[in-house]
């Protein structure tokens, strides 16, 4: 079985500073990693993947994450966030075998002020 | 990446009526999935929906509540039966091809309120 943590469910933080989101998970199985955003009234979309290989992975929008097997976790970051950065994430994990389930976490509210 | 088109997107039904929801994708895809996300919460998926047979639901979903039907490789329908402001939620298709070193791609989610 796995299950997904995201430790906080809402983050405020200024434009321009940065940014950690923060993600851990458990499983039995070898698991693959994804952090995921919805912007308002939208669907998800990718923002990176953690597979296999290098623990640093980089995103898109200048998202990145650092895979920690030992902590399993897998915190987002940003070195410096923008107003448009607003939005709702989330962390996701699927078993690297078996059924393609993915199994979220609760989501954490970036909240970008000005 | 897939393009994936969901109608409606938005609705907002009586209680004990019927809602049907389509994806539509723009090429043949392995799996499909749909999601709920209910207000403030994270997704939960409700079935896996299987081309040609019937769907495989996870703990909590029923057929009755929720059949599912894809008929072929890019199309598959969500109906939520019986509706009560309980189902009031998101409901969201997903997809992915069989090859594992890639994601899950998610339409735009239908926006269903119940009153």
């Known amino acids: 079985a796995q299950s997904v943590t995201q430790l906080d469910s809402q983050v405020p933080v200024f434009e321009e500073a940065p940014v950690e989101l923060r993600c851990n998970y458990s499983?039995?199985?070898?698991?693959?990693l994804f952090w995921y955003v919805q912007y308002p009234n939208q669907g998800l979309q990718l923002l990176l993947k953690y597979l296999s290989g290098s623990t640093l992975v980089k995103g898109i929008n200048g998202f990145e994450d650092e895979f920690n097997k030992s902590q399993t976790s897998f915190h987002l970051r940003k070195p410096s966030v923008h107003i448009s950065d607003t939005a709702e994430y989330f962390c996701?994990?699927?078993?690297?075998?078996?059924?393609?389930?993915?199994?979220f976490g609760t989501g954490t509210r970036l909240k970008v002020l000005a | 990446s897939a393009v994936i088109s969901q109608k409606p997107s938005r609705d907002i039904c009586q209680r004990g009526t019927s809602l049907t929801i389509q994806c539509q994708v723009d090429s043949q895809v392995t799996m499909m999935f749909w999601y709920r996300q209910q207000p403030g919460q994270s997704l939960t998926l409700i079935a896996t929906?299987?081309?040609?047979?019937?769907?495989?639901?996870e703990s909590g979903f029923v057929i009755d509540k929720f059949p599912i039907s894809r008929p072929n490789l890019t199309f598959s329908t969500l109906t939520v039966s019986n509706m009560s402001p309980e189902d009031s939620s998101i409901y969201l298709c997903?997809?992915?091809?069989?090859?594992?070193?890639?994601?899950?791609?998610f339409g735009q989610g239908t926006r269903l309120t119940v009153v």
């Open positions: 499983s039995s199985v070898s698991v693959y």
């Open positions: 996701a994990v699927s078993g690297t075998s078996g059924t393609y389930k993915y199994i």
């Open positions: 997903s997809v992915e091809w069989v090859r594992r070193n890639t994601e899950a791609f």
């Open positions: 929906a299987n081309q040609g047979s019937e769907a495989t639901y």
